[in-house]
């Protein structure tokens, strides 16, 4: 599986907090994950940047939608090096390829629940009830669990994901010349860890430098059988 430390801005809480910890919970019906893998250097990928922006007010964001966006680095041969850009990101699109039996990859491509998805009309919420997913965080540290409504324990993996908002770009070349762009759910950073039934520490490092035009940032998370990339379960919420 691919790994990538986790890049994270910890700020003022949003959400339950006691003695200065946050905390992000999962209703036990699942939530819908939305995967956009896009690039500047794409001129078809605009449009699909646009639709994925317009979730940031949506009264249905992060309880039942949680969006993420990983820009993909090979369009930057057109003459446009995506700067949110990355060949990590990339070999996510190539993992779904491979899980799909599909021999190639495109932009724009969106996964909903580890699914192949053609964007529109949001999915209707859920009714299937897999568990209640929980972020517990407190300074440089992230408590993981994942409460199953099914018996017996199980092996998972947890992504946690840091995002970025209002990030723009003046594009100077490529398919895209002349354009100012502008991304919301934009991944800076992906951890993915196994994890038995129960709970998951994780070490916080310290933050990124992406310059951000939006001072919010959002920690998302969803949870995969091991091995395999179908959302069992996902949650997410503003961090400041």
Not at 95 to 120: H, I, Q
Request: net charge neutral.
């Amino acid at each position: 599986m691919i790994r990538l430390t986790l890049i994270l801005v910890l700020a003022s809480a949003i959400g339950p907090v006691q003695g200065g910890e946050m905390v992000l919970a999962s209703k036990p019906t699942r939530a819908h994950l939305i995967e956009l893998f896009t690039s500047e250097g794409c001129s078809s990928c605009p449009p699909a940047d646009e639709w994925l922006n317009g979730l940031k007010n949506h009264p249905r964001l992060w309880q039942d939608i949680v969006p993420i966006a990983f820009h993909v680095d090979y369009w930057d041969h057109l003459g446009w090096r995506d700067p949110f850009a990355s060949k990590i990101w990339t070999e996510r699109q190539a993992d779904y390829s491979v899980f799909w039996k599909k021999e190639s990859v495109y932009t724009p491509a969106f996964v909903l629940n580890g699914n192949e998805w053609r964007y529109g009309p949001l999915p209707p919420p859920a009714s299937d009830t897999p568990g209640v997913l929980t972020l517990k965080i407190n300074g440089e540290k992230v408590t993981a669990a994942f409460k199953s409504a099914g018996s017996g324990a199980g092996r998972y993996e947890i992504h946690l994901a840091r995002l970025g908002f209002g990030l723009s770009s003046d594009v100077a070349a490529g398919e895209n010349h002349g354009r100012k762009l502008l991304h919301d759910f934009v991944a800076l950073g992906l951890t993915n860890e196994t994890m038995k039934a129960g709970a998951k520490e994780f070490q916080l490092p310290s933050a990124g430098t992406k310059n951000i035009e939006d001072p919010r940032n959002a920690l998302v998370a969803w949870i995969t059988p091991a091995g395999k990339m179908e959302v069992i379960q996902a949650v997410g919420g503003w961090l400041e």
